[in-house]
């Protein structure tokens, strides 16, 4: 059952949201604007603010699904809670990061990785998205943002005191890096100036 578990949390994360709302929203591929990426991000920034807020919810809602109701696939005498949780939870994020709907071309898995640590410690993740939120609000760069919110992540795991299972740690960790990692073209961005921010007006039609 893990295996199954495993697969369908992959599918359901592989939903590409946000190439979805670009036909409907405005009839175009979000992969031919802006970064080329499909996540929210590159949805706020080409169709505007309710649509992409509106993919934001709908990537974290993938992966809170796989972990809160997913997971239950998998007997308890079988396979640890915890594990199952982890299991699916990063196959959600794979699914989103390299889609088996685009030809494996995905987004960064910020919001998916959101919503998995919603249903696995959501006291870390709400402190944690909102120190990024408020460094989007204060530079306008979503990236800078997603990857400060992922490195204090592990921290506020370890450091809240609230009691979880250490595999939460590991997987915390690993859920940053691959952040991390996905935003590597944002960093040299940043570093030659050349990201481009956030404009928080509504895209005009």
Same mark, same amino acid.
């Given at each position: 059952?893990?295996?199954?578990?495993?697969?369908?949390?992959?599918?359901?994360?592989?939903?590409?949201?946000?190439?979805?709302?670009?036909r409907?929203?405005?009839?175009?591929?979000?992969?031919?604007?802006?970064?080329?990426?499909?996540?929210?991000?590159?949805? +706020?920034?080409?169709?505007?603010?309710?649509p /992409? #807020?509106?993919?934001f &919810? =709908?990537? @974290?809602?993938?992966?809170?699904?796989?972990?809160?109701?997913?997971?239950?696939?998998?007997?308890?005498?079988?396979?640890?809670?915890?594990?199952?949780?982890?299991f699916c939870?990063?196959?959600a994020?794979?699914?989103?990061?390299?889609?088996?709907?685009?030809?494996?071309?995905?987004?960064r898995?910020?919001?998916?990785s959101?919503?998995?640590? +919603?249903?696995?410690?959501?006291?870390?993740? /709400? #402190?944690?998205?909102? &120190? =990024?939120? @408020?460094?989007?609000?204060?530079?306008?760069?979503?990236?800078?943002?997603?990857?400060?919110?992922?490195?204090a992540?592990?921290?506020?795991v370890?450091?809240?005191?609230?009691?979880?299972?250490?595999?939460?740690?590991w997987?915390a960790?690993?859920?940053?890096?691959?952040?991390?990692?996905?935003h590597?073209?944002n960093?040299?961005?940043?570093?030659?100036?050349k990201?481009?921010?956030i404009?928080?007006r509504?895209?005009r039609?």
């Amino acid at each position: 059952m893990l295996f199954l578990a495993i697969i369908l949390s992959y599918l359901l994360g592989s939903i590409p949201t946000s190439y979805i709302m670009g036909r409907l929203w405005k009839g175009i591929d979000l992969r031919e604007h802006g970064s080329g990426n499909v996540g929210a991000a590159n949805t +706020f920034r080409v169709l505007g603010p309710i649509p /992409g #807020i509106i993919v934001f &919810l =709908g990537d @974290a809602l993938k992966g809170w699904v796989a972990v809160y109701f997913i997971s239950l696939l998998v007997p308890g005498e079988t396979f640890t809670s915890a594990w199952a949780k982890i299991f699916c939870g990063m196959a959600a994020i794979c699914g989103h990061n390299w889609t088996i709907f685009l030809k494996f071309k995905g987004g960064r898995g910020v919001a998916t990785s959101i919503g998995v640590f +919603f249903a696995l410690a959501w006291q870390a993740i /709400g #402190i944690s998205l909102l &120190l =990024g939120v @408020a460094v989007i609000a204060l530079t306008r760069y979503i990236s800078l943002g997603s990857m400060v919110g992922a490195i204090a992540l592990p921290f506020l795991v370890v450091l809240l005191p609230f009691e979880r299972p250490l595999p939460y740690l590991w997987f915390a960790l690993l859920a940053a890096l691959l952040v991390i990692i996905k935003h590597i073209p944002n960093i040299k961005r940043l570093i030659k100036g050349k990201e481009n921010r956030i404009s928080f007006r509504r895209k005009r039609e």
